[in-house]
């Protein structure tokens, strides 16, 4: 199933041997007697782990010990280098040391020093903050091989049921700090770095967020490997090693700008392991002749995997991510010699240009290629993979590949709509590589795959033309026409249904849109055929999933409503959550301090209900002192990260104020803006009195904008825009500051929540599927200010109506206020007008003509002001002035505060992932 690193023959199972091994590590050395002895003792102490003899020592360099999964499992890659310590009076840069550390900190600066002279040396002799932090990521790396080699080697040898993680997006943020937190190492690095004359804090800012997501959706998946790691769970994650991410934000006067991000720029992240063994063909195009494809182009996959320790277990699993490496084959040096440079290396750059970008814009033939031809490179890469996984345990324990076990060994998760293609691909495998029947093959991909669902947005429901994967994949789309029609042909009127009505609903629910014509549909004006991916999903997956309850209601009610009619247990919800690890425990060391103290013990990091117990503590003066402390704390770190990064300064006993999203119309931030637009207008227009009544306000925005969504780069103007005159207006000075935070990723929310007072959740009701910075803000005590929307409806439920602020119009009241605008019956607030001819006046420098014209009009594409900002606008103005009512009251303010951090336990991605694994996987 795989193509080998030594050349296209399969090697048999006994390949698994030591000799087997040691083909993919140079230079390894006979185990000595004395290393012998050391098998069992880990780099914790004495434990005995599992699987005792998969650990030997230290290695010469990260790759070496690495388990070399699909050529050796289960093989135990002893290593080389073992010199003796160096003598605790010499500098640890001075010898290399290979003996499994113990726990004092002379054995962790001895195995720095090793690694700062043969993993992060770049210049003799210098050891500055880079190198210190290579260094430590190297020696942390080890630390993680010895748990992964065990993890992977338990695995083969009692082959449980996997999970499998498919996902477009990671956004997993800084792996150093995590790491070493998550493995119980943290005292032992920081002392070992005072003999470097380094602080661990410090060249934590020597690392990149890694390039591989946008938004929630990549937070998520994040979260979740965490938590399937820290549960003890058989799972890992495939995903894309994008070189240039989506892209980093650069703001200026003008707005956002968008340039390529440089987290590969040195080549390799050193958190990740080229697998040059696993290695797999992927073929786009061609044709299908005999009922087999025969591909017109074929690029070559390499794994990238990145290790994901749990925390307080030795269980750690993978993030396995693709790239196309294009080998030196592929360069036409005939061509180049003959002048034709850049057609010498053609196929080259068509090979890489598909792990170039996340999400590349698709309003070209193209670029709906390029989108294409990433979700098919992420599909059957990860799909061959685990079954060549599957079929060497079958081999390794049973002798022979039994296909009707495959289910009960396998599951796939689909993250969201990217990796449909999953459906068709396990198919064309198990049917024209594996010979199985369609029908058999059918059977087992209903039985093995799920869907997520994480959106009701229906642009984001995917559609793609029919004739594009066509051209694509025609094997892949006979197998899609094949489902569809059997699909069609099982399907039956409903108890009462007409047929019209019938025909009406089975038309929704087809895989094709536009496919199957009715008599005088041969008009040259019919739209194009259509592949509805989501359609695909819903009929293939054994299981769907919506994301919260409110979420999963909708799905059930509207977007999927009439396969809900049908299939109605095959819907579940599975409500999102957070690794309580990165997002409090980690994150906020202070209030992290205060919650281990009231509580009397740590173990609410690993089971977050038990912060219940600070619910009765909430008024107590004490608790109320030291929780304020830990958020003055954090503002102080806070504004002086502002301050590095805008320019900005910003006052500590003002309000902090935030909302951090991905920009897009039905988040809303647009509302926002206006708000804070007519507060700036108001504090103008007070007296010195007045003002002395108002609530100091930091109002921080954060999120980028894709790079061809217009309206949403608007939005990002207006904000920058106020932001300069608002902050340069000494008549208003502190009482009111805006800021739009640049380059939003995961380290910026870990330095912003923490700080956070007051956070915003205002989308469309009905439009935001879950929503996970809510649950990040709330178990960092800070307020909510939202609609019921997503998440934020079991969060009000958890936290108590009385410690929400609520604004805004109910989901079922949507659909009437639009056909109410529609047909002119719309009366704006006087106020909503009065900030809209403000900002049309000039005062910002233009006048958002284009931007404030979606709010009005009463329909009309970009107009009618679809997303309600007009209609919430009142009640959101009220819902702001209570805030400033209860932030005045500085006692009511805490006690809520700290309820709504004791009422988080419910939002805990391990308790998510529980779930996955006992009621879908």
């Known amino acids: 199933t795989a193509k080998h690193v030594e050349g296209d023959v399969t090697p048999p199972l006994a390949a698994t041997t030591m000799e087997r091994s040691t083909m993919h590590v140079a230079n390894v050395a006979p185990t000595s007697a004395r290393a012998s002895k050391r098998t069992a003792k880990h780099v914790e102490g004495d434990v005995t782990p599992p699987l005792a003899a998969t650990t030997v020592g230290n290695g010469a360099g990260p790759l070496v010990g690495v388990a070399v999964v699909a050529a050796a499992a289960g093989a135990a890659v002893h290593r080389a280098f073992f010199t003796p310590k160096p003598p605790k009076d010499r500098m640890p840069f001075a010898l290399p040391v290979g003996e499994p550390l113990e726990g004092d900190t002379d054995s962790f600066a001895a195995n720095l020093g090793y690694h700062a002279k043969f993993s992060a040396a770049t210049e003799p002799l210098v050891f500055g903050p880079k190198q210190a932090y290579k260094t430590v990521?190297?020696?942390?790396?080890?630390?993680?091989?010895?748990?992964?080699?065990e993890t992977y080697a338990l695995f083969e040898e009692k082959d449980p049921k996997m999970a499998y993680y498919i996902s477009m997006e990671y956004l997993q943020g800084r792996a150093l700090t995590n790491a070493?937190?998550?493995?119980?190492?943290?005292?032992?690095?920081?002392?070992?770095?005072?003999?470097?004359g380094y602080d661990l804090e410090d060249l934590e800012e020597m690392e990149l967020d890694a390039g591989l997501g946008n938004g929630g959706l990549g937070r998520l998946a994040a979260c979740f490997l965490d938590s399937i790691a820290s549960c003890d769970l058989p799972a890992w994650g495939y995903g894309l090693r994008y070189k240039y991410g989506l892209f980093k934000q650069v703001i200026k006067k003008d707005g956002q700008h968008e340039v390529a991000e440089d987290w590969?720029?040195?080549?390799?992240?050193?958190?990740?392991?080229?697998?040059?063994?696993l290695k797999y063909d992927v073929g786009f195009g061609g044709k299908v002749v005999g009922g087999k494809w025969e591909p017109e182009n074929v690029v070559c996959t390499t794994a990238y995997d990145m290790p994901i320790p749990g925390y307080k277990t030795r269980n750690t699993i993978s993030l396995r991510l693709w790239s196309v490496d294009p080998p030196s084959s592929e360069f036409d040096l005939s061509q180049f010699n003959a002048g034709e440079h850049l057609k010498a290396q053609e196929a080259q750059i068509l090979g890489q240009e598909i792990c170039a970008v996340l999400y590349p814009g698709d309003d070209t033939l193209e670029g709906k290629k390029l989108r294409l031809r990433q979700q098919y490179l992420l599909c059957s890469a990860s799909i061959q993979d685990l079954m060549a996984t599957f079929k060497r345990r079958q081999l390794m324990h049973k002798g022979r590949v039994n296909w009707d076990e495959f289910a009960s060994k396998v599951a796939v998760q689909m993250n969201d709509t990217h990796p449909t293609l999953a459906v068709p691909e396990l198919i064309r495998i198990l049917v024209d590589e594996e010979g199985l029947t369609f029908e058999k093959a059918w059977t087992i991909s209903c039985k093995t795959l799920n869907y997520t669902n994480h959106t009701v947005l229906p642009e984001a429901l995917e559609k793609w033309p029919l004739k594009l994967l066509d051209e694509l994949l025609p094997r892949h789309m006979e197998i899609v026409r094949r489902i569809d029609s059997d699909f069609i042909a099982s399907m039956k009127p409903l108890a009462g249904e007409s047929q019209e009505d019938f025909e009406g609903r089975l038309a929704k629910m087809t895989i094709l849109e536009n496919f199957y014509k009715q008599p005088g549909d041969d008009s040259e004006d019919s739209p194009a055929p259509l592949v509805r991916m989501a359609n695909l999903c819903v009929i293939a997956?054994?299981?769907?999933?919506?994301?919260?309850?409110?979420?999963?209601?909708?799905?059930k009610a509207d977007v999927f409503n009439h396969f809900y009619k049908v299939w109605p247990d095959k819907f579940q919800n599975k409500t999102n959550g957070v690794t309580p690890r990165r997002w409090l425990a980690w994150c906020n060391p202070e209030l992290s301090a205060v919650i281990t103290k009231w509580l009397g013990t740590d173990s609410w990091v690993t089971d977050l209900t038990k912060l219940k117990g600070l619910a009765q503590y909430a008024k107590d003066p004490e608790l109320q002192k030291e929780w304020k402390a830990a958020k003055v704390a954090r503002k102080e770190k806070f504004a002086v990260w502002v301050k590095e990064?805008?320019?900005?300064?910003?006052p500590i006993d003002s309000m902090y104020d935030v909302q951090i999203k991905r920009i897009h119309e039905y988040k809303r931030q647009l509302l926002?803006?206006?708000?804070?637009?007519?507060r700036y207008k108001k504090i103008k227009e007070m007296t010195p009195q007045e003002r002395k009544e108002v609530v100091p306000r930091v109002i921080m925005f954060g999120g980028k904008a894709f790079a061809t969504y217009v309206q949403a780069k608007r939005i990002v103007k207006l904000i920058v825009a106020a932001s300069e005159i608002i902050n340069a207006d000494k008549e208003v000075g502190d009482l009111l500051k805006v800021v739009f935070l640049p380059n939003y990723r995961v380290t910026v929310a870990e330095m912003t929540i923490p700080a956070t007072e007051l956070c915003q959740q205002i989308s469309t009701a009905g439009m935001e599927a879950s929503g996970t910075s809510n649950m990040k803000f709330m178990m960092n005590g800070s307020l909510t200010i939202g609609t019921l929307d997503g998440a934020n409806v079991e969060i009000r439920q958890e936290a108590g109506a009385e410690h929400f602020f609520l604004f805004g119009a109910v989901t079922e009241d949507v659909p009437k206020i639009r056909a109410d605008r529609a047909a002119g019956k719309f009366v704006p607030d006087p106020r909503f007008e009065e900030v809209k001819d403000y900002i049309k006046s000039g005062v910002f420098g233009e006048s958002f003509e284009e931007l404030l014209s979606s709010l009005e009009g009463n329909e009309g594409f970009g107009r009618g002001?679809?997303?309600?900002?007009?209609?919430?606008?009142?009640?959101?103005?009220?819902?702001q002035?209570?805030?400033d009512e209860a932030y005045k009251d500085e006692s009511r303010w805490l006690e809520s505060s700290v309820l709504n951090t004791a009422a988080s336990g419910k939002f805990s991605s391990d308790r998510t992932i529980r779930q996955y694994a006992s009621e879908i996987w």
């Open 264 to 277: 590969l720029d040195e080549g390799r992240s050193p958190w990740e392991v080229r697998r040059d063994e």
């Open 672 to 678: 926002n803006i206006l708000s804070t637009v007519y």
């Open 541 to 555: 997956g054994q299981y769907v999933n919506g994301v919260a309850a409110l979420h999963t209601e909708i799905v």
């Open 645 to 650: 990064e805008t320019g900005i300064d910003i």
């Open 137 to 149: 990521a190297a020696s942390v790396q080890e630390r993680l091989v010895e748990r992964w080699d």
């Open 180 to 196: 070493i937190q998550n493995i119980g190492r943290n005292s032992e690095y920081e002392q070992a770095l005072t003999q470097f």
């Open 881 to 883: 002035q209570a805030v």
């Open 865 to 879: 002001d679809y997303f309600i900002v007009g209609h919430d606008f009142p009640s959101y103005l009220e819902a």
